[in-house]
């Protein structure tokens, strides 16, 4: 496409993506707000596909998150992380709403929930940088670390338990509390 039509087929997209803001606006106003969240992810996603087209390249997809990170021209988006981050907070709001938007719940953001099972010490060393990485985005992930061992297996692992909180960066639960604790 010449660039020409491609600004224009741009500036539709956008313009497009600021019609569903306005609404998304009135929803929201309106106490709709399952609806107003699936229509700023369709915004969302409108904005960046007319990135897309700005640039002669064919967005395909829904996902806002996805559609940044594949965008072609995406190192000339200024911090991208955030894009990214932003991007995933809309993208729940995409099929959920829409597809049980009859049942007008309000909206909430909700971390998802990870249990970590572990049995031994090398568990645990693979195990503590993904949590640890998961640990930097709290609205995102909630962890809960399980030990499947009985408390001796840990001090008879480490001569010291101090190793294993230091390692992991917060106390553990052992044995009965452990097991209390994912009720």
């Known amino acids: 496409m010449s660039r020409s039509k491609n600004r ?45 087209h700005l640039i002669d390249a064919d967005p ?3 996902s806002v998150q996805k559609l940044i990170m594949d965008f072609p021209a995406k190192r000339t988006l200024p911090d991208l992380e ?19 938007s009859w049942q007008r719940r309000p ?5 998802m929930k990870i249990l970590h099972v572990v049995g031994a ?3 645990f060393m693979k195990i503590a940088p993904i949590m640890h990485a998961m640990v930097r985005e709290p609205d995102r ?14 001090l008879a692992t480490w001569t010291d338990i101090g190793e294993v909180e230091r390692l992991l960066g ?4 052992t044995g009965f509390l452990q097991r209390e604790a994912i009720r």
């Open 60 to 62: 395909w997809g829904h």
């Open 141 to 154: 992930f909630a962890q809960i670390l399980v030990h499947t061992g009985h408390p001796a297996d840990v």
């Open 82 to 100: 955030r894009w990214i981050e932003r991007a995933a907070l809309l993208d729940k709001f995409y099929i959920a709403n829409r597809c049980n």
């Open 121 to 123: 010490r090398p568990n």
């Open 8 to 52: 224009h087929e741009a500036e539709r997209w956008l313009q497009t993506a600021e019609e569903d803001l306005r609404a998304a606006d009135v929803l929201m106003q309106g106490g709709s707000f399952a609806q107003a969240c699936f229509y700023s992810q369709q915004s969302g996603e409108k904005a960046v596909k007319a990135l897309w």
């Open 170 to 173: 917060w106390q553990l639960q």
């Open 107 to 111: 909206v909430s953001f909700v971390a």
